[in-house]
């Protein structure tokens, strides 16, 4: 793992362009997980901050905006009304509405936290009928808060790695810190997910 970073840094160094493709292709395909990457390399100096909160928040807007039109097209309007799945999914919209108390911003950032957030947004969008202009507005906020979260977290990870290798001078027991964050994230998302479907 770490010949990995320094093989890393090392490209990054030699050619600084491909730090910008990296985060930009990074939180666009990788989702939360990127995210999280990108936190803990900035722990460990291999990226620098303002393309990580720049680079990083362009790329995990392009996929909602992805989701967003998806969630338009009279396809997504035919999986969602088919016979077997149509009350399934109005009994998720509801709860997204109950919990969210009909609020849009609230309402993205439940689905934001949730297993299952493409499906959950385009439902959403597909139900609500939310504009380009009030979902662009909502789902920066909700991504900043998300990036904030995530991208915090990996940043403390990375910290973290750092502290107990030093310490321990074992990569063994850094690799397991780094399990036991993996971990914790895992059970709160199981939790959250847990409260979300004691809700429908």
């Known amino acids: 793992m770490v010949e990995l970073m320094e093989l890393l840094y090392t490209l990054i160094l030699d050619y600084p362009s491909l730090e ?3 985060i930009f292709l990074g939180a666009t395909l990788g989702g939360e997980l990127a995210l999280f990457v990108l936190g803990f390399l900035l722990a460990q100096d291999i990226l620098s901050i303002f393309p990580v909160i720049i680079l990083g928040f362009l790329g995990a807007f ?40 009909g609020k849009h911003l609230t309402a993205l950032i439940v689905i934001k936290f949730l297993v299952g957030t493409p499906v959950l947004l385009t439902l959403y969008i597909n139900k ?6 009030q979902f662009s507005y909502y789902q920066s906020i909700t991504l900043f808060l998300s990036m904030l979260v995530i991208i915090s977290t990996g940043y403390v990870s990375g910290r973290g790695f750092s502290y107990v290798t030093e310490i321990s001078q074992n990569l063994y027991t850094a690799v397991g810190f780094i399990l036991f964050i993996v971990f914790v994230i895992i059970v709160f998302q199981i939790w959250l997910e847990k409260k979300f479907t004691d809700t429908i």
């Open 20 to 22: 910008y493709i990296f």
């Open 128 to 133: 609500t009928a939310l504009s380009f202009k």
């Open 62 to 101: 392009v996929p909602n905006l992805i989701w967003y039109f998806l969630g338009g097209t009279s396809l997504a309007e035919r999986i969602i009304s088919h016979r077997h799945s149509h009350a399934t999914f109005l009994a998720i919209i509801e709860a997204v509405r109950r919990m969210s108390r």
